[in-house]
């Protein structure tokens, strides 16, 4: 079974800078896209950033610019370093991956959230 663990929410104002990071763990063979996902109280989850394993990466356009994501494969961690904070910015954050395990099997894998608030 694999798991996801996030870490590096927190609370921070306007105009500062947070770093999300995610470790995958378990039977792992490889890991194809991570990504990360928000949810904001009373709207729906939205992809915010992904990115391939080779690297290709992939905004929404209200942070691009902002926030930038990365990967250690071989760590199997990704990270989400946002600068620049807005209040509209203050969601649950969820990383995403897709991973095929070491009995071949391909599985969408969610984390438990962090939370992130900016204050205005």
């Known amino acids: 079974q694999v798991q996801l663990v996030e870490s590096g929410g927190g609370l921070v104002q306007a105009g500062g800078s947070l770093r999300l990071s995610c470790a995958a763990s378990g039977s792992i063979f490889s890991i194809n896209h991570m990504g990360w996902y928000r949810q904001a109280p009373g709207k729906q989850r939205e992809l915010v950033a992904a990115i391939s394993s080779g690297?290709?990466?992939?905004?929404?356009?209200?942070?691009?610019?902002?926030?930038?994501?990365?990967?250690?494969?071989?760590?199997?961690?990704?990270?989400?370093?946002?600068?620049?904070?807005?209040?509209?910015?203050?969601?649950?954050?969820?990383?995403?991956?897709?991973?095929?395990?070491?009995?071949?099997?391909?599985?969408?894998?969610?984390?438990?959230?962090?939370l992130v608030t900016v204050s205005s």
Not at 88 to 114: H, K
């Open 55 to 114: 690297g290709r990466t992939n905004y929404a356009g209200s942070v691009k610019g902002r926030f930038t994501i990365s990967r250690d494969n071989a760590e199997n961690t990704v990270y989400l370093q946002m600068n620049s904070l807005k209040p509209e910015d203050t969601a649950v954050y969820y990383c995403n991956a897709n991973v095929v395990a070491n009995t071949g099997r391909y599985s969408e894998v969610w984390g438990q959230g962090t």
